[in-house]
């Protein structure tokens, strides 16, 4: 398979590794599990959670844990995978686990940062918006807004809270993410970077 090839299937894992993390963002944010788009992201996502269910349990508390443990295998066994067509070998276990975990947590804060993206071109332009859509974004924003609202309040019509938040994506980015796949030794794109 050529670089295209492998290409292509680490960005279609990636996807479906983005569309994990939305269904263990939203459980946690206590999103509305009826809405519609939720509802296709927990029957897309199924198949390889359900596996993980039957020892994890469907939810623990707040957080699906099946969901971010199913995450975490499919991104190591592709790493191993990809790494082996491409001809590099198998690598360290340790280094799998590390970037596995480093795709996992930069798509997490990937959907942070396009949610706040989508979050404040709505609160202009649609700011009562009843689509579907925006409904659950800002059920899956109002977690990580709400503390920081209550350190910086909203200045009149403007809100500041957004760009603390954006700051405080781009660090954990560069510093967690960063230092995390650095440790694994593996290429940024197979983290998804």
Known sequence: MGNAGLLLVNTLI?????????????????ADYYNPI???VVKITQPVVRPFQGFLGPVMGRFDMATLAAAFVLKAVSIVVILQIAGFGMPPV?????????????????????????????????????????????????????PVRKVIPPLGMIDLSPIVVFIAISIID????????????IAGALVGL
């Open 94 to 146: 340790a280094d799998v686990a590390i970037g596995a975990l480093a795709a996992v947590a930069n798509a997490i804060l990937k959907i942070y940062f396009f949610a706040l993206i989508v979050m404040i071109i709505l609160s202009w332009v649609a700011p009562n918006a009843s689509h579907p859509g925006a409904l659950l974004v800002m059920q899956l924003v109002e977690p990580i807004m709400a």
């Open 174 to 185: 560069g510093i967690v993410v960063g230092s995390l796949t650095r440790a694994a030794g």
């Open 38 to 40: 939720s509802q296709s």
């Open 14 to 30: 990636n996807i479906y590794l983005f569309l994990m993390m939305l269904r263990f963002l939203l459980q946690a944010s206590h």
